[in-house]
């Protein structure tokens, strides 16, 4: 049976290192991307070119119809769906709480977390055992923050991904007998362009002291550990947490 998998955010950054790898490792690879096209073509373009298999898909996972629309591709491009990276997110301006705009929190939770939940939800309806899958693995982007609140900065991120920690566990635990496991990662300083996106292009080489590593992450590295968590070297692994951090 064909490995499919669905990256969400699959056009940079750890999502992009993802998709590489786990081409590089047999899977089909949907890379989906919000806005930017070129971004994502390009991801598609390096997988061919080494041999694999590979699409770009796009949707904002924050709109449930897109979202739809999306794994429907997904579908008639490869088949059922056995695996599922959540990793699409967004981060805002620094901004302490007593800043911040219901739009701004609304969108937060609309693409991070909302987002995530539908997402899981296609996926689950064509993995399933009980619906007629095979099983599969689900892997959910966390965050330091999570554990961290991001004070100062952006609690609102780090809320939103304390939500996707209670969900990752609630999740894994519901289909646990449905053939599916369901593991998050939880990246600490990473060098990636979501921190110019947040305002902020030099905070990871900034915070790079604090890390007792005493050092930035690369994408390649969460990657890593993302592929691990899909792969069946992970086959008793569900409701766990792999901290990619550094030691922060």
Same mark, same amino acid.
Request: net charge neutral.
């Given at each position: 049976?064909?490995? &499919? ?9 750890? %999502?992009?290192?993802? #998709? ?21 073509? +390009?991801?598609?373009?390096? *997988? ?12 904002? &996972? %924050?709109? +449930? ?7 429907? /591709?997904?579908?008639? /491009? ?27 929190? +609304? ?15 296609? #996926? ?5 055992? /009980?619906?007629?899958?095979?099983? %599969?693995? *689900? ?18 991120? #780090? ?13 894994? /635990? ?5 053939? *599916? ?8 300083? *990473? ?27 690369? #994408?390649?590295?969460?990657?890593? %550990? ?5 792969? +069946? ?16």
């Amino acid at each position: 049976m064909d490995q &499919v998998l669905l990256i969400t955010g699959g056009s940079r950054g750890i %999502g992009a290192a993802t #998709a590489l790898l786990a081409a590089q490792r047999g899977w089909a690879v949907a890379v989906n991307y919000a806005s930017n096209s070129l971004a994502a073509d +390009e991801v598609v373009r390096t *997988i061919r070119d080494r041999g694999g298999r590979a699409i770009s898909v796009q949707a904002d &996972v %924050g709109d +449930e119809a897109q979202v739809v629309a999306m794994f429907e /591709k997904v579908d008639a /491009k490869f088949g059922r769906l056995t695996a599922l990276v959540n990793n699409a997110g967004v981060v805002d301006a620094q901004a302490r709480v007593d800043q911040m705009s219901v739009q701004r929190l +609304e969108r937060m939770l609309r693409i991070n977390v909302i987002g995530s939940f539908v997402c899981a939800r296609e #996926a689950v309806r064509r993995m399933s055992t /009980k619906q007629g899958g095979s099983g %599969g693995a *689900i892997v959910n982007l966390s965050s330091a923050a999570a554990r961290l609140g991001s004070p100062g900065q952006y609690v609102d991120y #780090a809320a939103s991904k304390g939500a996707i920690d209670s969900f990752t566990i609630g999740l894994a /635990k519901e289909v646990a007998d449905e053939g *599916i496991r369901v593991n998050a990662v939880r990246p600490g300083l *990473i060098d990636t362009e979501i921190h110019a996106s947040g305002g902020m292009p030099d905070r990871a080489a900034q915070l790079a002291p604090t890390v007792p590593m005493k050092r930035t992450g690369s #994408a390649e590295e969460v990657a890593n %550990g993302i592929v691990w968590l899909l792969s +069946e070297e992970a086959s008793y692994v569900t409701a766990t947490f792999l901290d990619v951090t550094g030691g922060r």
